[in-house]
Nanobody, 123 residues
Framework: VQLVQSGGGLAQDGGSLKLSCSGS????????LCWFRHAPGMVREFVAV????????KYRDSVKGRFTISRDSAKNTGFLQMNALKPEGTAVYYC?????????????????WGQGTQVTVTS
């Protein structure tokens, strides 16, 4: 599956942004969709993951209640709605996917990656 991201950009502290991730290629396969982020000088970290049906999700603790992961599998598109953004959320955000139904938080699980999109939150 090839993944192409859109969205992101600049937001103020407390603001909102929405990221999209569109899949192409082997889209007839069921795949898990995950979001990671990588801030300068930090390790890449898991943000949220969703299974194919959209009925199982996981979030990192620091974004629970503020971020929402969703997907429209019929359109092979996933989303990450980010509300109440904080400056520490500034990072390059990546979507990642892998065939199957294992909602892993480990980046090594995922073989397909989007190109990354910058999210900058100003205080």
């Amino acid at each position: 599956v090839q993944l192409v991201q859109s969205g992101g950009g600049l937001a103020q502290d407390g603001g909102s942004l929405k990221l999209s991730c569109s899949g192409s290629g082997r889209t007839g396969c069921r795949y898990v969709l995950c979001w990671f982020r990588h801030a300068p000088g930090m390790v890449r970290e898991f943000v949220a993951v969703i299974n194919w049906n959209g009925d199982r999700t996981k979030y990192r603790d620091s974004v629970k209640g503020r971020f929402t992961i969703s997907r429209d599998s019929a359109k092979n598109t996933g989303f990450l709605q980010m509300n109440a953004l904080k400056p520490e959320g500034t990072a390059v955000y990546y979507c990642a996917g892998d065939v199957g139904d294992n909602i892993s938080v480990n980046s090594k699980t995922y073989r397909s990656w989007g190109q990354g999109t910058q999210v900058t939150v100003t205080s």
